[in-house]
């Protein structure tokens, strides 16, 4: 169920910048877009008013941490709807235009912002979720799975190709010399396995550095991935589908699809955002550095390197994570 649950919200959000891809062809495309998106936004309103029933009538069988944790995601999804609604704004989306190279009066470029405001909502949102390892095992421990990553994966990478036109405005050629996919040189491989092994003796460093000045709080952090992973980074299959799963839709969006239009910045802060399991803590420090660097791998050499750079390191930090244990 949370499977179908997963592909089902990835797949809407596609479908949706596929009709958005359509407004050259027709003008009614871009208002149905429009409509959509409001629709959208006044959906997640109406989940954040939840978050007042739970404070006003907690539901029965949840624990206090619990219940607290689900009105807090309700409440960031409910103001994330409203604020998605400023991107929707012509006059935001011109002044945005003087400093990113988008193009204001595109219903594409609205759609992304829009996006853009539900991965930072649904990211901060998450935190109390998935960064409490008392939360988590109140809900039965890990349920994250090989099946519910690569679902996942497949999701944002359907969101990817869809975003950048496939199929509407660009040939399948098209759409991965759009988003950088190439085939590699042996040169640009050995870089890429050079930059991975570099990423993760930074992570190396910092974790020694993070133990020594806050033991505490990194072990909270550790146990909270711990609980979420669940037995996935004890497996060959684990490991590979931490790795590739998250590479490949991460890599996709951020690196490949967004880009371009919202330069280093601004994708390296929104790709931190989404790691959730960190809340505000120094970890996420480490993953915006890597982000940047993966960013600049991109520009450097293609997308297909910056997937691989991404996967060898996260492989790296897993098999460095069960060498510890």
Do not use: C, K
Request: aromatic share 8%; hydrophobic share 60%.
């Amino acid at each position: 169920m949370e499977i179908g649950f997963t592909l089902f919200i990835f797949v809407l959000l596609a479908m949706l910048l596929a009709v958005a891809n359509l407004e050259r062809q027709h003008v009614a495309f871009r208002w149905l877009t429009l409509l959509a998106l409001a629709s959208l936004n006044l959906l997640m309103i109406v989940f954040g008013l939840l978050s007042l029933a739970m404070a006003a009538a907690p539901m029965p069988g949840l624990s206090s941490e619990l219940t607290a944790a689900y009105a807090s995601l309700f409440r960031a999804v409910g103001l994330t709807g409203l604020l998605a609604f400023v991107p929707m704004i012509p006059a935001v989306r011109r002044l945005l235009a003087r400093w990113l190279p988008i193009d204001p009066n595109s219903v594409i470029v609205t759609t992304a912002l829009v996006y853009a405001i539900y991965l930072v909502g649904m990211g901060i949102g998450q935190q109390p979720l998935l960064s409490d390892a008392a939360v988590l095992e109140s809900l039965g421990g890990a349920s994250v799975g090989v099946a519910t990553l690569w679902a996942q994966s497949v999701g944002m990478m359907l969101i990817a190709v869809s975003g950048v036109g496939i199929f509407t405005r660009r040939t399948l050629r098209e759409t991965a010399s759009r988003l950088g996919l190439a085939w590699p040189t042996w040169r640009q491989v050995g870089f890429g396995v050079l930059v991975a092994v570099g990423l993760v003796a930074l992570q190396i460093a910092f974790s020694w550095a993070w133990q020594a000045l806050d033991p505490q709080g990194m072990a909270q952090i550790d146990e909270a991935s711990n609980v979420l992973l669940g037995d996935l980074t004890g497996s060959l299959l684990g490991t590979f589908t931490i790795g590739m799963a998250a590479a490949l839709g991460e890599e996709m969006i951020f690196r490949g699809a967004l880009l371009p239009p919202f330069r280093l910045g601004l994708t390296s802060v929104l790709f931190t955002i989404i790691h959730s399991q960190y809340r505000l803590s120094p970890a996420l420090l480490l993953i915006l550095a890597i982000a940047l660097v993966l960013g600049l791998v991109r520009y450097r050499t293609n997308l297909t390197i910056a997937i691989l750079v991404h996967f060898l390191y996260n492989v790296g930090s897993v098999s460095l994570s069960n060498v510890g244990q």
